[in-house]
């Protein structure tokens, strides 16, 4: 292989990382909270929201790290809403969740205006995160040039696959998701459990909004997740509502948008709409192909009541 | 003596007063929003709820605002009532615009008697073809019609913007757009210097054909049945995969409508997201009127009338016209935290 294709081919992993993992933070919120048993629609708007405090935020302290935590309270807040509406009243989550997607975008757009007015060029930040860069000035120096964030966002995948398999917690989390009235009879809080899978997912969504408007664009857009969350929540179906298969997830999603940038740059004739659809509708399949089969969390959507 | 909540139907007034109570509430929390965009609560009040009705042209706009908007929500409300969580009315939309798009420019020489028809027969068969392969899989594979007919909406975006920049673009315009429709195939305004067109008539024939449909047909019992327990109406001799079905193709269907309305109505030509979410209002708006179609009709309305209330705040107060996004979405959330109301009663206990 000439060092031309290696180089083409380092580009494509690297950029594949880069726009997978903000991704990789949503999908892995998702599932733990759809492990839990509760379907989190808010997704798309709680990235959103999140992106735009954690953006705010860094501008006022100058930090950047401080903005990150910003962007992760958010999402712990309107996680711990859904929470509100869905696990202490028990209402319908598809209703609920989608009715937190549109308040926080409604919110984040509202709240853009009155910080920085009709501006027609999206502010930026003057400082970036440092990247954290391995083999330097070889060919394969894009595959590792990345913000620790994203390093992050890969650690978390064997971290919180360990959690829901082996400790007493992920435990607890899978019972209140598989079966609520068992794992209450063994004792466990279902609420409580539930609301600390929110607030830990919450936390992930979070961070991956703040993800995007603090690295990957480094400004605030209207458009920043412009659909990101719902790619997320299919990830999470499509990769079966496991950490492993949903960074694979993930990694599919990023390169064939890396591939769809790339062709784009390049002048390939293509509509490369088909490529950002690919994801969509192989989510659709895959459904479609598990049917019955595939392991959605037993009790998902089911509010749980305890009897008195 | 102590006042404590029990588990009961809620007594009557209580039904009455739960919107009321979920109106209040929303306007007493964005009013946070309100006083940090540097405007009294009361004067902005007025502007979103009062102001628009004391002007004829404001009372058109809303009006020609409800307009997708009413036929969104019946979309909704046909499809949730039979327990089918369609959360794809956007995407169905899009599909029937395109649909619009597509055939108008065709129709030059068919006089509009028959032209107008054709576009809603197709807008109204493209919209349920959008929803038909979710509402298969969900009927035949069980599979969670929730998140296959968001995904779709997504997926009907990237198809109309390839077509756009592609086959469909008249090649000139930036961001591109269809060619424009011809007279034969634009609907008429229905009302003298207003945007207000034919599509208003369809909506209100889309929310008779609703009451009608849920209270006078055997078919409508069966919808309802299966919504309220898929078990329960499967042993009274319901097929309720059936029955879903058709529920979902009509919701597809009448989404289509509020597409074609915007393309042949509104903007004479399809243009790339061109929807501000009209498909996910409809579900705050069926939501809102408890799936039934005054309370659609009623929903919808009120919804045009904080969306135009909120361009008169933002031009009079500088509150930026987002409010009315955040004013929707705060009022679905608290009504459906208020309609828990419904299910308890106050009791005095000695």
């Known amino acids: 292989m000439d060092v031309d294709a290696v180089a083409f081919i380092a580009s494509i992993i690297g950029a594949t990382l880069r726009i997978a993992s903000p991704i990789l933070f949503g999908a892995l919120g998702e599932t733990i909270i759809e492990r839990a048993g509760i379907l989190n629609l808010g997704i798309e708007g709680t990235m959103l929201l999140s992106s735009f405090s954690a953006f705010v935020v860094a501008q006022l302290t100058g930090s950047l790290w401080v903005g990150l935590l910003a962007g992760a309270l958010t999402g712990v807040l309107l996680s711990l809403l859904l929470g509100f509406l869905a696990v202490t009243l028990g209402l319908n989550q598809h209703v609920a969740g989608l009715g937190i997607t549109l308040f926080a975008s409604g919110l984040a757009l509202f709240a853009f205006r009155i910080v920085y007015g009709g501006a027609t060029v999206p502010p930026s930040l003057d400082a970036s995160f440092p990247q954290l860069q391995i083999l330097t000035d070889t060919v394969l120096e894009p595959v590792f040039s990345h913000y620790a964030l994203t390093y992050f966002a890969l650690a978390l995948v064997p971290i919180l696959s360990w959690m829901l398999k082996s400790t007493s917690f992920g435990l607890r989390l899978r019972a209140v998701g598989e079966n609520p009235e068992a794992a209450d009879i063994a004792g466990v809080n279902v609420y409580r459990v539930r609301y600390s899978a929110l607030i830990l997912g919450g936390a992930l969504m979070g961070l991956g909004g703040a993800f995007l408007s603090l690295a990957t664009v480094g400004a605030f857009t209207h458009g920043i997740i412009s659909g990101r969350g719902w790619v997320a929540v299919a990830i999470v179906i499509f990769g079966n509502w496991q950490p492993w298969r949903v960074l694979a997830g993930a990694l599919l999603f990023g390169f064939l948008q890396a591939l769809q940038l790339r062709l784009q740059a390049e002048g390939v004739p293509l509509p490369y709409e088909a490529l950002l659809a690919l994801p969509y509708l192989m989510t659709i399949i895959v459904l479609a192909i598990a049917g019955r089969n595939a392991s959605y969390p037993a009790a998902l959507l089911k509010p749980y009541k305890r009897e008195g | 003596m102590n006042l404590r909540f029990e588990r009961g139907p809620a007594p009557l007034w209580m039904r009455f007063l739960i919107p009321i109570i979920a109106v209040a509430v929303t306007f007493a929390l964005v009013s946070v929003l309100i006083i ?290 955040v004013i929707q979405a705060a009022l679905l959330l608290v009504t459906l935290a208020a309609l828990m109301l419904n299910r308890y009663r106050i009791r005095r206990v000695e």
């Open chain 2, 36 to 325: 940090w965009a540097g405007a009294s609560p009361f004067s902005a009040l007025y502007e979103l709820l009062i102001n628009p009705l004391t002007r004829n042209t404001a009372r058109l706009d809303i009006l020609q605002m409800a307009t997708p908007l009413v036929l969104t929500g019946v979309a909704v409300a046909f499809a949730f009532a039979s327990g089918y969580y369609n959360i794809g009315a956007e995407g169905q939309l899009y599909a029937g615009a395109l649909a619009a798009a597509i055939l108008g420019p065709q129709l030059e020489n068919v006089p509009p008697i028959i032209a107008i028809p054709l576009m809603l027969i197709a807008g109204f068969i493209a919209g349920a073809l959008w929803a038909l392969p979710p509402a298969i899989l969900k009927v035949r594979l069980n599979v969670d019609e929730v998140v296959t007919t968001l995904l779709l909406n997504s997926v009907m975006l990237f198809i109309v913007s390839a077509l756009l920049y592609g086959p469909l673009g008249d090649g000139m315009s930036t961001p591109p757009h269809s060619p424009t429709l011809p007279m034969n195939a634009q609907f008429p305004q229905i009302i003298e210097r207003s945007r207000v067109h034919f599509g208003a008539i369809v909506a209100v024939v889309a929310v008779i054909a609703l009451w009608w449909v849920f209270t006078r047909t055997r078919f409508g019992l069966e919808l309802r049945a299966a919504g309220l327990g898929k078990e329960a109406a499967h042993f009274m001799g319901i097929r309720v995969g059936r029955v879903m079905l058709t529920a979902a193709l009509i919701s597809g269907g009448i989404a289509g409508l509020a597409g074609v309305g915007e393309v042949a109505g509104m903007h004479y030509y399809l243009i790339d997201a061109f929807s501000p979410g009209y498909g996910y209002t409809g579900i705050i708006i069926a939501t809102l009127g408890a799936l039934s179609a005054p309370g659609v009709l009623l929903s919808a309305l009120f919804i045009a009338l904080v969306n135009r209330g909120s361009l008169s705040a933002s031009r009079e107060l500088g509150i930026p016209a987002y409010l009315g996004d």
